[in-house]
Nanobody
């Protein structure tokens, strides 16, 4: 099983960023895909999850106005797009396979992880 994420991104404040996570080695619809981020010196922060089967997202309220999760079953890829970026959004963003869709800030609660994507917001 692999979750392969897109490369590092640098954005100005106020811009948007879109990160991809391509799944392979398992039936794409078996796991929810969660998005979790880790800012410098901070713990993991759960952003929400998407059900790849029907594309139904579930967002943490903090991010709800600025984040969009999408999935593409033709390419086994999920995406997170975050808009109105600010410096506090600088973090490593991870996708993770979540068997029950419950979400967590504990790394061991997830079956598989992407390698992480560094997003830096700076002018």
């Amino acid at each position: 099983v692999q979750l392969v994420q897109s490369g590092a991104e640098l954005r100005n404040p106020g811009a948007s960023v879109k990160v991809s996570c391509k799944a392979s080695g398992y039936t794409f619809t078996r796991y929810y895909i969660d998005w979790v981020r880790q800012a410098p010196g901070q713990g993991l922060e759960w952003m929400g999850r998407i059900d790849p089967e029907d594309g139904g997202p579930d967002y943490v309220q903090k991010f709800q106005s600025r984040v969009t999760f999408t999935s593409d079953t033709s390419t086994n890829t999920v995406y997170v797009e975050l808009s109105s970026l600010r410096s506090e959004d600088t973090a490593v963003y991870y996708c993770a396979a979540d068997e029950y869709g419950l979400g967590s800030t504990l790394r061991q609660k997830y079956e598989y992880w992407g390698q992480g994507t560094q997003v830096t917001v700076s002018s």
